[in-house]
């Protein structure tokens, strides 16, 4: 994890180039500008096809895809419809929640995925920085060709990534590791990704329209997850500023799997059929995925794809080459996708008690039929919006975020607060109460003289708000005879814990609480003198270190520090466990 930028790479106002990266679970994005235009955003649109061409194929995203011909790798769109490949590696960069996958992947596994044993030499952190390499790679060409190689060599570049908002830091910090692998620089910033999109959203909505007070949630529905995130206007002069209202929730029931359950319906109904074969199954997901799942509104008379090289069928609906399904078929291949998305959807409105609208973002938050179903769901006074450029909301709403921190002058939106996903403490040393503490964990501390015994502390608790502005300083003491020396390195271990209920955090160190990082200071260029010596109460004198962590919570990563009077000591290193 990145700690603290040098004073060079904190200078807000070089000139540079800003690169906003949406690293998808499916798609993925990219947006750029420079400072010295901000108001000039530019999303990347052209991307390397089957042929080998820059700019063959234009899309708003790329696949996030891979295959291999021995050691040769094609990525996103020049890889062929029918090629087997690697796809939701991103998701592996963080092991739980690949271990709680989703009832939709257990029911409805990607047919064109490659099995897991295919190669175990490729781990998903190796996938993850190749295909970032391929994408860096071509932005690279493209901002050669749009600015020209005397610009690209003379100005830095700042890349920005997103990672989900559930994600836990460890594993936000082994994306922020592949990029830099990748060749994106070692300053990455990480920005999650709804609170980029609500970023994006805020700035393109009509401020006319909004007051403190005001409430909505974002729900950013994907190809591959569904995230959602709640938050409340606070103020909108001469910023508008928001703040976190409910923590952020996510499930693995993105639009991928309504190609899957089509897919699986389309095989059952043709697979006996004369001229079925898979490029007619192809062709029919790509007409339901371009065409037919964007469009459906619950409210047409029927869907039709094409399955070419099928006679006409009217049992089965097939004229023309064309396959009619009827809208109640239709909806009933959505049904677990829309229940799902609508059970957390309800979740957070319930949680906020006062909502004002649910924004929509995301690819599949453009479906007409999603929108038309929430808003029968919801309350009515709750409005269902849908922004434009909503598919690219994230990447819109990272590059902004990213050209407001370097320029805060221009900034038009502030997140003031968020939510602790997690209880975040130590282990210290506390004086043992035998109505209170296990008496088989105590220990004798010489230096106070009293038994004593290592419980936990946590100074943030799950469901605190925390102001990404006033870091939390916590005071804590560390002993050591003087007859063994000064302080050299000192160490604190973080922990963490997480609760699905409203479990109150462990009160010993245990395996609930998970290891976070190891936090290590060097402390030996402190002077002696600036150390109090004093007595123990078993005779012997103490080295006496009063110091203080301090915490900053930002969007996506924690930065810890290690202070003593006043100052911060070397760099602090944090070693995910």
Avoid at 208 to 237: E, K, R
Avoid at 244 to 253: D, K, L, P, Q
Avoid at 392 to 404: D, E, Q
């Amino acid at each position: 994890m990145t700690l603290k930028p040098t004073a060079g790479e904190a200078d807000g106002q070089q000139r540079c180039i800003v690169v906003a990266v949406d690293y998808g679970t499916t798609f993925s994005g990219v947006a750029w500008a420079q400072t010295a235009r901000p108001d000039i955003q530019t999303i990347i649109v052209q991307w390397p096809n089957t042929e080998g061409s820059l700019e063959g194929r234009t899309s708003d995203k790329v696949p996030t895809e891979l295959t291999f011909d021995g050691e040769e790798c094609r990525w996103g769109f020049e890889i062929d419809d029918d090629e087997p490949r690697h796809q939701w590696f991103k998701l592996g960069l963080d092991p739980k929640q690949e271990d709680e996958v989703s009832h939709l992947a257990i029911a409805y596994p990607d047919r064109k995925a490659l099995p897991p044993a295919y190669d175990m030499t490729r781990s998903p952190g190796a996938l993850a920085t190749t295909y970032l390499t391929c994408l860096r790679n071509h932005i690279m060409s493209i901002l050669q060709l749009k600015l020209g190689d005397g610009v690209i060599n003379t100005t830095p570049i700042r890349f920005t990534i997103t990672v989900p908002a559930i994600w836990d830091d460890a594993a936000k910090a082994r994306t922020q590791h592949c990029a830099k692998a990748a060749g994106m620089g070692r300053d990455i910033r990480i920005i999650s990704e709804p609170e980029a999109a609500v970023v994006y959203a805020l700035d393109a909505m009509d401020p006319h329209n909004l007051q403190p007070g005001d409430t909505f949630v974002l729900c950013d529905a994907g190809g591959g997850t569904v995230d959602l995130i709640s938050y409340t206007i606070t103020g909108i002069q001469p910023n508008l500023t928001v703040r976190e209202t409910v923590a952020g929730s996510g499930y693995a029931c993105g639009s991928t799997f309504l190609n899957r359950i089509f897919a699986r319906y389309l095989e059952d109904q043709l697979q006996d059929l004369e001229g079925y074969d898979d490029d007619t199954l192809e062709e029919a997901l790509q007409d339901f995925e371009t065409n037919a799942k964007r469009r459906f509104t619950g409210e047409d008379a029927g869907v039709s794809v094409r399955v070419r090289g099928l006679v006409d069928n009217p049992a089965k609906g097939i004229k023309r080459q064309r396959l009619t399904i009827s809208a109640e078929k239709i909806k009933s291949l959505f049904e677990p996708v829309m229940s799902t998305i609508i059970t957390l959807v309800m979740t957070q409105l319930k949680q906020t008690k006062q909502a004002k609208a649910v924004i929509l973002v995301g690819g599949f938050g453009q479906s007409p039929y999603l929108r038309n179903c929430l808003k029968k769901i919801v309350p009515q006074a709750i409005e269902v919006l849908q922004p434009v450029h909503g598919w690219t909301a994230v990447v819109r709403g990272a590059l902004i975020k990213s050209l407001n921190e370097i320029s805060p002058d221009t900034s038009r939106i502030c997140i003031a607060s968020r939510i602790a996903r997690k209880a975040y403490g130590l282990s210290c040393g506390t004086a043992f109460d035998p109505a209170v503490h296990k008496d088989s964990a105590k220990y004798f501390h010489g230096f106070s003289g009293v038994y004593r015994i290592s419980v936990m502390s946590w100074f943030v608790k799950q469901g605190d708000e925390i102001d990404e502005n006033s870091p939390l300083s916590t005071d804590w003491y560390q002993t050591k005879p003087v007859v063994e020396g000064r302080f050299g390195f000192v160490t604190t271990k973080l922990y963490c814990f997480a609760s699905t209920t409203a479990e109150s955090p462990p009160m010993y160190p245990c395996s609930d609480a998970k290891k976070l990082v190891d936090l290590t200071a060097d402390l030996s260029a402190i002077s002696r003198a600036l150390i109090p010596v004093e007595r123990g109460k078993d005779g012997k004198d103490y080295y006496v270190l009063r110091y203080q962590i301090k915490v900053a919570f930002f969007s996506a990563h924690t930065e810890y520090s290690l202070w003593y009077k006043g100052v911060e000591y070397g760099k602090v290193m944090a070693e995910y466990a």
